[in-house]
């Protein structure tokens, strides 16, 4: 039988191992392990990637969304909106910054849904949050008017969508900052944890490197509480190593992406994510391929019995499931949504056959013939 993991770990590093070997001894050699210049040439290719001033790197993209908070000023006693169907992280970023995290629906898309957001507002909204999930940016002409309306900053968790574009520009070039994360399922992922904080606000960078850095400044001077965040310099020049080939790579993404498309289209029993290119403002870099699936439990235990690996994302709990956290909305879409989504696998390993494999098991799963 086929085995089509849902991600191949150790492919990440068997795939570029000779590349990352010598990174390896180049760095240790060198003994440059924090803050050296790797880690700044990094960040300044990766600015330049999104058409941004800035890029920092720190240790994980949950940090990176906290210190953009911070940074951007929001403080105790505000509130930001978030999509509820994101990762626990964007809820724990806006904790920790001393904000409450307001979960809101997402729309079809699996985005946040403007007009969620638009009725959320109070007196005492901060910023908005929006997750550009699975590589998608959300509809930033339409948060962008909410934000201007209400007087609102938003601070994106683009931790999902390195190189996804909205309108031509990226994800995580709209708001006052922005997190990305370079998780190793990430599609720019490294060998541990590493994220960045962008932005175009040089205010807000050069805070933001002060918070990461225990609360220097570029002379060393101790200006304010920080705490210690930082990307390693190994991990970035292993990242930057990978950035160079990063438009062959979103590339290949978008093509699995088509293949699934062109074999799954006809299956009334599922939704897909839009294809690429099926819209002209967007920009896909199928960080995840999240689908709707009608019998979801049913399916995938189909398909782990023939070999592949499928995930519920979040383990199948929404921000506003997590009672424990003290949340209370009602969201019955997300709800509705959570009941049926599913993620195939899509990931650099993944061949056109492994692609095919799925989608032949799938739609016999629901009874077509090829
Ligand atoms: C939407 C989203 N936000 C935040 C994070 C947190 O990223 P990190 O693991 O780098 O802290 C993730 C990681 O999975 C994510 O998917």
Redo the contacts with the bound molecule.
């Keep these: 039988m086929r085995s089509v993991p849902f991600f191949n770990y150790p492919a990440l590093f068997t795939s570029q191992e000779t590349e990352f070997q010598r990174i390896f001894s180049d760095v240790g050699r060198r003994g440059a392990f924090i803050k050296q210049k790797d880690l700044e040439d990094f960040e300044k290719c990766l600015a330049s990637f999104l058409g941004i001033r800035h890029a920092l790197g720190v240790g ?4 990176a ?1 906290e210190v953009a908070l911070l940074a951007a000023g929001v403080k105790a006693g505000d509130e930001v909106i978030l999509s509820s169907h ?2 626990l ?2 809820a724990i970023a806006i904790h920790f910054a001393g904000a409450k995290p307001i979960p809101v629906e997402c729309g079809p898309d699996h985005l946040i849904d403007p007009t969620a957001v638009e009725a959320a507002v109070t007196p005492h909204t901060r910023a908005i949050m929006p ?1 550009q ?1 699975n590589g998608r940016t959300c509809d930033m002409g339409a948060l962008g008017r909410i934000a201007d309306k209400h007087g609102l900053i938003i601070v994106e ?1 683009a ?2 969508a390195l190189g996804s574009r909205y309108k031509g520009h990226c994800s995580g070039t709209f708001g006052a900052a922005a ?1 990305i ?3 190793p399922a990430k599609v720019l992922g490294c060998l541990g ?3 960045a904080v962008v932005t175009n606000d040089t205010g807000i960078y050069g805070h933001a490197s002060e918070l990461c850095n225990f609360g220097r400044n570029a002379a060393g001077d101790v200006v304010q509480w920080g705490f210690n965040s930082r990307l390693d310099n190994l991990h970035a020049a292993m990242l930057h190593f990978q950035l160079d080939k990063y438009a062959q790579v979103m590339c290949r993404r978008r093509q699995l992406a088509a293949h699934y498309t062109e074999r799954l289209n006809d299956v009334a029993q599922v939704v897909l994510p839009p294809a690429p290119d099926s819209d002209p403002d967007h920009f896909d870099i199928y960080q995840n391929y999240e689908i709707e699936a009608e019998k979801r439990d049913e399916l995938k235990q189909h398909l782990k019995d023939r070999g592949i690996g499928t995930l519920i994302q979040w383990g199948g709990q929404a921000v506003h499931h997590l009672k424990a956290l003290g949340f209370t909305q009602h969201l019955p879409y997300t709800d509705y949504l959570f009941t049926r989504m599913l993620m195939l696998p899509i990931n650099m390993s993944l061949s056109d056959d492994d692609v095919d494999y799925v989608c032949t098991n799938v739609r016999a799963f629901y009874g077509y013939t090829q």
């Design positions: 994980n993209a949950t940090d969304l994101t990762m992280a964007t997750t999930l968790d931790a999902q997190a994360s370079f998780y944890d590493g994220g």
